[in-house]
C-alpha cells in the first residue's frame, strides 16, 4: 500500500511517502518550513515527496493527516489538503490525533508518556498515553492544561514529550524527559499510525474528516458573552 501523510499541525510541518510492505514501510519524507503550511506551499511540497518516492499520485491508496490539536489555520490547510485529494484520487483518508503521533515517537519499549503542545495563552494542549512497542492506547484524553500546574497530575516515572516544553519546561525530577529530537510530530509517523488503524478496520470519508481543534479561536472566545 502506497500512503501519502501530511502532518501540518505544528511550528515546521512535513509530508511523507510510505510505501508498505511485509518487511515495513520505506518511507520519503520531506520536512517543511514555517511559510510553507500554506495551500499554495503545500501541493508543490506533496509533488516534490511523490517525484523523490518515484510515484504518481494514482498509486497512492490512503492518505493520512495529523487532525489536531495545533496551529488553527496549519489544521485547515492539511484537512482540506487531504479531502481534495482523498476525493480526486479515490483514495481512503484516516486523520490521527497530533498528540498521539508525538507519543508514539518517544523511544520507549513500555510506560506511560504524556505529550504536550502549546496551546497560546500559557496553556498546553495534553494527552496520557500507555506505550507497548507499536502500539499507543490513550489512557488520559487530549485535554487543555494550565501551563504552571500541567505536572501536578502527572505519575511518577511516567516519561513526557513535546513541543509544548519548550513554553513550559519540566520541572518534576521524578518524571522521564524524552530528548528534544523526539519532539516534533513527524507525516511518517501520522503515516505508521494511520496505516495500523486501517488495517484494523478504521475507516472514514472525505465528508466525515474534520479538523480537531479542541478549543473555539481567539475571535470565537471574544463573541461570547
Not at 141 to 151: A, F, K, S, Y
Not at 181 to 202: D, E, I, M, N, Y
Request: aromatic content about 6%; hydrophobic content about 40%; glycine content about 8%.
Amino acid at each position: 500500500m502506497c500512503i501519502l501523510a501530511l502532518e501540518t499541525s505544528s511550528l515546521y510541518g512535513s509530508v511523507a511517502i510510505l510505501d508498505v510492505d511485509g518487511d515495513g514501510p520505506a518511507i520519503t519524507e520531506l520536512r517543511l518550513r514555517q511559510d510553507q503550511r500554506s495551500a499554495q506551499s503545500l501541493a508543490p511540497a506533496i509533488q516534490q515527496v511523490l517525484q523523490q518516492a518515484q510515484r504518481p499520485l494514482r498509486d497512492v491508496k490512503l492518505i493520512a493527516v495529523a487532525v489536531g490539536p495545533g496551529s488553527f489555520t496549519g489544521l485547515r490547510v492539511g484537512v482540506t489538503m487531504a479531502k481534495t485529494l482523498a476525493y480526486a484520487c479515490q483514495a481512503e483518508v484516516l486523520g490521527v490525533n497530533t498528540l498521539e503521533a508525538i507519543a508514539f515517537q518517544a523511544p520507549l519499549e513500555q510506560g506511560l508518556v504524556t505529550a504536550v503542545m502549546d496551546a497560546q495563552r500559557h496553556q498546553l494542549f495534553a494527552a496520557t498515553f500507555r506505550k507497548d512497542g507499536e502500539t499507543v492506547v490513550e489512557t488520559i484524553p487530549t485535554q487543555i492544561v494550565d501551563g504552571d500546574h500541567w505536572e501536578s497530575s502527572l505519575e511518577a516515572g511516567s516519561s513526557v514529550t513535546g513541543t509544548g516544553l519548550r513554553r513550559s519546561p519540566l520541572q518534576r525530577s521524578d518524571l522521564n524527559l524524552i530528548d528534544e529530537s523526539h519532539w516534533a510530530p513527524l507525516a511518517s509517523t501520522v503515516g505508521r499510525l494511520a496505516q495500523a488503524k486501517f488495517s484494523q478496520g478504521a475507516r472514514t470519508t472525505c465528508w466525515e474528516l474534520m479538523p480537531q481543534y479542541f478549543r473555539k479561536s481567539a475571535a470565537e472566545e471574544k463573541l461570547q458573552p
